[in-house]
């Protein structure tokens, strides 16, 4: 028995319960880690299953599914492998409904006999009932889907610490033409800009040598490293390879998972998070993915790896890690984290690709939890700043956010919106190479009303709009803001998102968007 399993009790509150499923060989056990009651089965995979499993996983890595359809089907092979017969009985018994209101965990292990699954891209698994409609386990919220590598060494029962979340960002970008150029900007603006809003503190690395990674470790102390640039598969050796940066601070320098992990173990304190993001740039190795460093790292002590399985693109990076980081830094844990930041993908690019499924997320700690105290405020303080019920974290999102405003704007004496940089009131006068061209709280209302009315009409959710204000530079003149929602129309996957951002820009051309020269 492994040591979750003998936690018991411990490993749950009241509004989180834990199921843990274990594939042993050809055997699969799936434990509820409130009660320790269990549910034995197997796995079942025939050579047709095996063989359709295989064949959408190629289709994957080359990156050519483009329908929700697809993974769908994916998804129900994946969980017929596994959650059959008691299993799923067990699993659809423990469901959260109205009538259980809390959010359900389930982490997904495989001992050294099931290695070969270990490596299936479970992130896609689908559940379809026998009447109503299917979902993701990966992206629905009142669930937490992990994999939990046991390692024998214990699992800590918590990370937190009541400090501001401290994040290192590691960019490597060697000077190298076969690799091409790592694409990085708009992640880490919107990370940036998240950082602004939250409490997050941010040091960055742009030329990481072994040798500077670690002293920089070692002088910030991160809670979580992210490391942005190159991985690549090394046939001959049979293994996953880093790149970073040679003595020369310029050459390439690549770097196996065991050599990288090896680093963190000498290191006195170590992340208790590690994001690998494999970046969109000009020369993609298909077979590159960040997946088998994650346990190399847990060895190490490292608590929660999110590694990518496939290279992401800007927009999903910039979708999962604005929703990541922000909730990381009230006080969430990593896994509710993870999932919440997988679900915002969808909403930004649907389920057509792979995106969803891309961020993959490794767990040892029992409550991989890196601060404790939301937002750095104290007791009796809102997140914000402003006093009153700290209850005002369990509100939804969105509603969290309306409310935040309503109580600033009267405070303040600013008008109700989403825009905790705005100045009371009146006008901004932000210069720029329009001059005297103010961003005014009536463009600031137009914007929002023009984009409330297009995301009503074409059926896009309640929180998009508010994320998108929410984003937008308010601090600048009103050519950027305009250039600004144009590279957002433009990069647009969805096409309702592409209408909703030409709707905004669309404004901006008007006398009520903006003034005449």
């Not at 993701?136 to 060494?153: C, D, G, H, Q, W």
């Not at 369990?394 to 600033?408: C, F």
């Not at 005014?440 to 896009?460: M, Q, V, W, Y």
Request: hydrophobic share 40%.
């Amino acid at each position: 028995m492994d040591t979750a399993t003998q936690q018991g009790n411990s490993s749950t509150t009241a509004d989180i319960k834990e199921i843990v499923l274990t594939v042993r060989g050809a055997k699969v056990e799936i434990k509820d880690s409130t009660d320790d009651s269990t549910a034995l089965g197997a796995v079942k995979l025939d050579e047709l299953r095996r063989d359709t499993i295989a064949l959408f996983q190629t289709w994957l890595t080359k990156s050519q599914i483009s329908r929700r359809f697809e993974l769908e089907v994916l998804g129900r092979h994946l969980f017929d492998a596994l959650f059959n017969d008691d299993v799923r009985t067990f699993f659809v018994n423990r469901l959260p409904d109205r009538k259980k209101n809390y959010q359900l965990r389930v982490q997904l292990s495989f001992d050294q006999e099931a290695a070969e699954l270990a490596g299936w891209p479970w992130e896609y698994l689908y559940y379809q009932p026998t009447a109503g409609k299917g979902f993701f386990l990966s992206t629905k919220v009142e669930l937490v889907l992990a994999r939990y590598i046991p390692l024998n060494m214990g699992r800590p029962d918590e990370l937190a610490t009541e400090e501001k979340l401290r994040l290192l960002l590691v960019v490597s970008q060697p000077d190298d033409k076969d690799l091409g150029s790592v694409v990085t900007g708009p992640v880490l603006e919107a990370i940036d800009l998240l950082a602004a809003k939250h409490a997050i503190q941010i040091e960055r690395l742009d030329k990481p040598t072994v040798e500077k990674l670690l002293d920089k470790i070692g002088t910030f102390h991160p809670h979580a490293l992210h490391f942005m640039g190159h991985g690549r598969f090394n046939k001959t050796e049979k293994q996953g390879e880093i790149a970073l940066l040679g003595y020369d601070e310029a050459s390439v320098r690549w770097v196996s998972d065991k050599d990288f992990a090896e680093y963190f173990a000498q290191m006195e304190s170590v992340p208790g998070l590690v994001v690998l993001h494999l970046c969109e740039g000009g020369a993609v190795d298909l077979e590159a993915n960040f997946a088998g460093l994650a346990p190399q790292l847990m060895l190490t002590g490292v608590q929660a790896v999110v590694a990518m399985q496939h290279t992401i693109t800007n927009l999903a990076a910039i979708s999962f890690s604005k929703i990541f980081y922000r909730e990381l830094s009230r006080g969430k844990t990593v896994d509710c984290a993870v999932q919440r930041g997988r679900w915002r993908i969808t909403t930004d690019m649907s389920y057509n690709n792979r995106a969803f499924g891309t961020p993959v997320l490794y767990l040892r700690s029992r409550n991989a939890q890196l601060i404790k105290n939301p937002e750095g405020t104290t007791s009796g303080q809102s997140r914000h700043g402003l006093t009153g019920s700290t209850q005002l974290m369990s509100i939804p999102d969105t509603e969290s956010e309306r409310l935040y405003d309503e109580q600033k704007s009267v405070q303040q004496g600013t008008p109700p919106g989403p825009f905790e940089e705005a100045s009371p009131p009146g006008a901004l006068d932000l210069g720029g190479e329009w001059g005297s061209h103010h961003i005014s709280t009536e463009i600031i209302a137009n914007l929002k009303n023009a984009a409330t009315k297009e995301a009503n009409r074409l059926g896009l959710g309640a929180s998009t709009v508010p994320d998108i204000m929410s984003d937008l530079n308010w601090k600048t003149d009103l050519g950027t803001l305009r250039g600004s929602l144009q590279i957002r129309m433009i990069k647009a996957s969805d096409p309702k998102l592409e209408a909703l951002y030409k709707a905004m820009c669309a404004v901006l051309d008007t006398p009520q968007g903006r003034p005449l020269p």
